[in-house]
């Protein structure tokens, strides 16, 4: 039986519980052209700051979350939405339960992986 051309999940947060401790990452899609990966942290819980070879998005799902960016540190809630460029540093560390997606594009071109900032 051949396999569907798209995946769907109706209901992205309700994939994911949120551990007592630790972080729980979930691969909900992989292939050469990009990586979805569902995160659930337990309060207090962080990935130290590293890089990534590609463009990747960060979209906080719910909680709330300390957010490094390079040089920029920030505090951002459930809803929040980032672009990185290529190897640029970046960390986050749960202040509560936090869900966030990640989303590595594998195959960028170098104009679309050196836009940045929302659309004109």
């Known amino acids: 039986m051949p396999t569907k051309p798209y995946t ?13 401790n630790g972080i729980l990452s979930r691969t909900l899609q992989n292939d050469d052209k990009s990586k979805v990966i569902l995160f659930a942290f337990a309060d207090g819980q ?8 590609m463009p990747a998005v960060i979209y906080l799902l719910e909680g709330s979350a300390e957010v490094t960016l390079g040089e920029d540190v920030m505090n951002l809630e459930g809803g929040a939405l980032i672009h990185m460029t ?3 540093p970046h960390g986050i560390r749960a202040n509560g ?20 900032g929302p659309p004109a």
Request: charged share 20%.
């Open 8 to 20: 769907l999940i109706t209901d992205l947060v309700k994939q994911a519980d949120v551990p007592e």
């Open 46 to 53: 962080e990935l130290t700051a590293h890089t990534a070879p």
């Open 86 to 88: 290529p190897n640029l």
């Open 97 to 116: 339960p936090v869900k966030m997606m990640l989303i590595l594009l594998k195959d960028a071109s170098p104009a679309a992986a050196a836009h940045q």
